[in-house]
């Protein structure tokens, strides 16, 4: 993974003095809240319901086990020995107090972490695939890109306060991991005819209050033109972005009210003027970025090891976490690993510092010392030999890390909800605890195979509810928690934002709604189909009819 | 005399920013001004004459407004109506960059310590903080970076093309 040198670790230090600063000055009055207010939040810092929240980045999800040994100790010293993996790959801290947040970004700064740009109207950690490097369908490993642009969006002097928050998403597969048609910019990072890398730059994807699914803005950037390329976008973004309406300050309504072409238009005569200038990215640089992330020493190995045939063969248990939480890897003999934060009844994507530690100690044994989060709020160990699954296994069973439910209708993806956020209308956690405790038969799940099931506490769509299979929005409905369905979303090439079937329900009735709508594909289902298949293939009246005709 | 950070040290602010001026019966007779970009417009010629005119731009104004004056004009100020409105930031890079400005290039409006650094590296070299705060102090802003991964008005070519050039010499040197 990539390592700071001198330069990096300068800067990074410096904003650590800079916030303190703007901290002390703000706690001796000196400082407005309104004066404050941006600055904590570009050093990751809210104030929420109970406490003030720290969101720590983990850059495109790529983590170290030493840097997971300090979140570890920050949950433990500054918060209440957990912390939570988010839908952007980082992680949040939810009971700090504001006095400690410099001490904090301190201890993150000495392993080469930070909350920089982790909220606020700027450009946002940027996301990626959890499986880039040893995913056997991809083209280019992204990763020495997202490092690229992690750099170039790091205190950009000219688009720190942008009408409204931008996320860039980065993937390099075929199938895409990285949910890039809902952010404000979707890179693919593809080859041309002539085998040059380059990217194909998607814009005004986003979700919240208006979901949209983004739309190809160029087939094809090369990488030495990709950072002007960014920047003309991010010009014409800041400079006729909307202002005068936070909901409709997203670039997404940008490019939907100016059209798509008149917007194209006006990046690419601002990208004419850059071209070729200063802002080309040297191959120089290309080549330093892409050798931190070159393969790990692999051991030579026979494409299947025969223990793991054995081992899965006669140990249902083992085979079914096999099914679901082991993927394939590029190398013959290693595994991909995801380890599941979507036990039933503990918050999904919450892990205990004690759980870091030994997460930590396992990456150590099992994965060179590296795991990454996903935007399904998971951790992957990328390099496993598959000689030592079985014994990992036992091992992540222990720790509560072997639900094996991955891709299920479980591994539920969901906001921290009205228990911890101000914004929320409605708590999100007893939901998913509920609908997880309803479909507990493990037997029953895997025959209901893939349903991706996401839950937000408020229109912001924190736990992307829209690109949910099934899709749980909170609403407030006159002071009272109450609960919208919707049906049909999905993520990857073919991203479709979910159909809202019906008038909302109390929380008590979620899991029988949930239910019912699981019955009717049960039953209408055609052989090996899945879920998003079959509500694309029925549309949503038999799932609506269903619901509604036994629930009055 | 109201002060104003310019070229980073504390100075005395000899311009009169005339946020409202809508006609030229509305303008002093003597001194430095500063006049909206409507204003300026309407009675180019006359201004111009006058010598000593500066420009206020809104934050929606288009700085390809002043492109045929750009190499005479003394003064060009922008207008930041909240600290976070951030347009400004994008209408200093088009004038330092696009348009080659090269004369004082002024933040007013809702100027604070904790933006300077990014105002600065976005072409501005004139500040007229609130009254309210001491612009002595405010000077340390400069110092919040020592430097930036991206190419900026200051320092025109991206860090990622020095750190080539450096590594380069590293390299260079072990050959030797």
């Given at each position: 993974?990539?390592?700071?040198?001198?330069?990096?670790?300068?800067?990074?230090?410096?904003?650590?003095?800079?916030?303190?600063?703007?901290?002390?000055?703000?706690?001796?009055?000196?400082?407005?809240?309104?004066?404050?207010?941006?600055?904590?939040?570009?050093?990751?810092?809210?104030?929420?319901?109970?406490?003030?929240?720290?969101?720590?980045?983990?850059?495109?999800?790529?983590?170290?086990?030493?840097?997971?040994?300090?979140?570890?100790?920050?949950?433990?010293?500054?918060?209440?020995?957990?912390?939570?993996?988010?839908?952007?790959?980082?992680?949040?801290?939810?009971?700090?107090?504001?006095?400690?947040?410099?001490?904090?970004?301190?201890?993150?700064?000495?392993?080469?972490?930070?909350?920089?740009?982790?909220?606020?109207?700027?450009?946002?950690?940027?996301?990626?695939?959890?499986?880039?490097?040893?995913?056997?369908?991809?083209?280019?490993?992204?990763?020495?890109?997202?490092?690229?642009?992690?750099?170039?969006?790091?205190?950009?002097?000219?688009?720190?306060?942008?009408?409204?928050?931008?996320?860039?998403?980065?993937?390099?597969?075929?199938?895409?991991?990285?949910?890039?048609?809902?952010?404000?910019?979707?890179?693919?990072?593809?080859?041309?005819?002539?085998?040059?890398?380059?990217?194909?730059?998607?814009?005004?994807?986003?979700?919240?209050?208006?979901?949209?699914?983004?739309?190809?803005?160029?087939?094809?950037?090369?990488?030495?033109?990709?950072?002007?390329?960014?920047?003309?976008?991010?010009?014409?973004?800041?400079?006729?972005?909307?202002?005068?309406?936070?909901?409709?300050?997203?670039?997404?309504?940008?490019?939907?009210?100016?059209?798509?072409?008149?917007?194209?238009?006006?990046?690419?005569?601002?990208?004419?003027?850059?071209?070729?200038?200063?802002?080309?990215?040297?191959?120089?640089?290309?080549?330093?970025?892409?050798?931190?992330?070159?393969?790990?020493?692999?051991?030579?190995?026979?494409?299947?090891?025969?223990?793991?045939?054995?081992?899965?063969?006669?140990?249902?248990?083992?085979?079914?976490?096999?099914?679901?939480?082991?993927?394939?890897?590029?190398?013959?003999?290693?595994?991909?690993?995801?380890?599941?934060?979507?036990?039933?009844?503990?918050?999904?994507?919450?892990?205990?510092?004690?759980?870091?530690?030994?997460?930590?100690?396992?990456?150590?044994?099992?994965?060179?010392?590296?795991?990454?989060?996903?935007?399904?709020?998971?951790?992957?160990?990328?390099?496993?030999?598959?000689?030592?699954?079985?014994?990992?296994?036992?091992?992540?069973?222990?720790?509560?890390?072997?639900?094996?439910?991955?891709?299920?209708?479980?591994?539920?993806?969901?906001?921290?909800?009205?228990?911890?956020?101000?914004?929320?209308?409605?708590?999100?956690?007893?939901?998913?605890?509920?609908?997880?405790r309803r479909f507990d038969d493990l037997d029953y799940l895997y025959d209901l195979g893939d349903i991706a099931l996401n839950i937000s506490g408020c229109m912001n769509a924190c736990g992307h509810h829209h690109v949910g299979n099934i899709g749980v929005l909170g609403v407030d409905k006159n002071g009272e928690e109450w609960y919208q369905v919707s049906?049909?979303?999905?993520?990857?090439?073919?991203?479709?934002?979910?159909?809202?079937?019906?008038?909302?329900?109390?929380?008590?009735?979620?899991?029988?709604?949930?239910?019912?709508?699981?019955?009717?594909?049960?039953?209408?289902?055609?052989?090996?189909?899945?879920?998003?298949?079959?509500?694309?293939?029925?549309?949503?009246?038999?799932?609506?009819?269903?619901?509604?005709?036994?629930?009055? | 005399?109201?002060?104003?950070?310019?070229?980073?040290a504390v100075t005395a602010d000899t311009w009169a920013l005339l946020r409202t001026a809508a006609t030229l019966a509305d303008l002093p007779e003597n001194g430095s001004i500063i006049v909206p970009l409507q204003l300026w417009t309407q009675h180019r010629v006359t201004l111009s004459a006058r010598g000593n005119v500066g420009v206020l731009l809104a934050?929606?104004?288009?700085?390809?407004?002043?492109?045929?004056?750009?190499?005479?004009?003394?003064?060009?100020?922008?207008?930041?109506?909240?600290?976070?409105?951030?347009?400004?930031?994008?209408?200093?890079?088009?004038?330092?960059?696009?348009?080659?400005?090269?004369?004082?290039?002024?933040?007013?409006?809702?100027?604070?310590?904790?933006?300077?650094?990014?105002?600065?590296?976005?072409?501005?070299?004139?500040?007229?903080?609130?009254?309210?705060?001491?612009?002595?102090?405010?000077?340390?802003?400069?110092?919040?970076?020592?430097?930036?991964?991206?190419?900026?008005?200051?320092?025109?070519?991206?860090?990622?093309?020095?750190?080539?050039?450096?590594?380069?010499?590293?390299?260079?040197?072990?050959?030797?």
């Amino acid at each position: 993974m990539y390592r700071y040198d001198a330069f990096d670790q300068r800067i990074v230090d410096e904003r650590v003095a800079q916030f303190r600063d703007q901290t002390r000055r703000f706690l001796a009055g000196e400082l407005s809240e309104d004066e404050f207010r941006p600055l904590r939040l570009q050093n990751g810092l809210y104030i929420q319901r109970y406490a003030p929240m720290l969101r720590v980045a983990v850059p495109y999800g790529m983590l170290s086990s030493k840097q997971l040994r300090t979140l570890a100790h920050i949950g433990r010293k500054y918060d209440k020995g957990y912390g939570h993996f988010t839908t952007r790959q980082n992680i949040q801290f939810n009971w700090p107090r504001l006095e400690d947040a410099p001490d904090i970004l301190a201890e993150l700064a000495r392993v080469e972490m930070h909350a920089i740009q982790t909220s606020g109207n700027c450009i946002r950690n940027i996301t990626s695939d959890h499986f880039a490097g040893v995913a056997g369908d991809e083209l280019v490993d992204p990763r020495p890109y997202c490092e690229l642009f992690r750099q170039w969006s790091t205190f950009h002097p000219e688009f720190a306060y942008l009408p409204r928050k931008f996320k860039i998403a980065v993937s390099g597969s075929e199938v895409d991991r990285a949910a890039t048609l809902v952010h404000d910019i979707g890179v693919h990072a593809v080859r041309d005819a002539s085998g040059e890398v380059g990217f194909r730059v998607l814009v005004g994807g986003g979700l919240g209050r208006t979901p949209i699914v983004g739309h190809v803005i160029r087939e094809f950037v090369t990488r030495a033109e990709v950072l002007n390329y960014f920047d003309a976008i991010m010009r014409v973004y800041n400079r006729f972005g909307r202002r005068d309406n936070k909901y409709k300050a997203r670039i997404k309504i940008l490019v939907k009210e100016m059209t798509l072409d008149v917007f194209r238009g006006h990046v690419e005569a601002e990208w004419e003027r850059l071209k070729g200038g200063a802002g080309c990215v040297p191959d120089a640089e290309i080549a330093r970025l892409t050798t931190f992330f070159d393969a790990p020493e692999y051991d030579l190995l026979p494409g299947d090891d025969a223990g793991f045939r054995a081992a899965v063969a006669d140990n249902r248990g083992f085979a079914n976490w096999v099914k679901r939480n082991v993927f394939p890897h590029k190398v013959p003999g290693y595994a991909a690993v995801t380890l599941s934060l979507k036990k039933t009844g503990v918050p999904p994507g919450d892990a205990t510092s004690d759980q870091m530690d030994t997460v930590a100690d396992l990456a150590d044994a099992y994965s060179f010392g590296e795991l990454r989060v996903s935007h399904e709020q998971n951790l992957i160990f990328a390099d496993v030999k598959q000689e030592a699954l079985l014994a990992l296994w036992g091992e992540l069973k222990a720790l509560g890390f072997a639900t094996p439910n991955i891709g299920l209708l479980t591994d539920i993806i969901c906001c921290p909800g009205g228990d911890f956020c101000s914004l929320a209308n409605a708590k999100s956690i007893p939901i998913a605890e509920a609908i997880q405790r309803r479909f507990d038969d493990l037997d029953y799940l895997y025959d209901l195979g893939d349903i991706a099931l996401n839950i937000s506490g408020c229109m912001n769509a924190c736990g992307h509810h829209h690109v949910g299979n099934i899709g749980v929005l909170g609403v407030d409905k006159n002071g009272e928690e109450w609960y919208q369905v919707s049906i049909g979303g999905d993520q990857g090439m073919q991203a479709s934002l979910g159909k809202v079937i019906g008038p909302s329900f109390a929380a008590s009735e979620m899991p029988d709604v949930v239910e019912r709508v699981i019955d009717v594909y049960v039953e209408r289902r055609h052989e090996d189909e899945r879920f998003i298949d079959a509500v694309r293939r029925l549309g949503i009246e038999p799932f609506k009819e269903r619901v509604y005709a036994s629930a009055h | 005399m109201p002060q104003l950070i310019k070229d980073r040290a504390v100075t005395a602010d000899t311009w009169a920013l005339l946020r409202t001026a809508a006609t030229l019966a509305d303008l002093p007779e003597n001194g430095s001004i500063i006049v909206p970009l409507q204003l300026w417009t309407q009675h180019r010629v006359t201004l111009s004459a006058r010598g000593n005119v500066g420009v206020l731009l809104a934050p929606a104004d288009d700085p390809a407004a002043l492109v045929e004056d750009i190499a005479t004009i003394p003064l060009i100020a922008v207008d930041f109506p909240q600290f976070t409105d951030g347009r400004g930031y994008s209408t200093a890079r088009l004038l330092r960059e696009k348009y080659a400005f090269k004369a004082e290039l002024r933040a007013v409006g809702d100027v604070l310590r904790d933006q300077l650094y990014y105002l600065a590296a976005s072409g501005f070299n004139a500040f007229a903080l609130h009254a309210d705060r001491d612009p002595q102090e405010a000077l340390k802003a400069f110092g919040d970076f020592s430097d930036n991964y991206q190419a900026t008005v200051a320092q025109p070519l991206p860090h990622f093309s020095r750190r080539a050039a450096s590594t380069f010499n590293v390299h260079g040197a072990k050959g030797q």
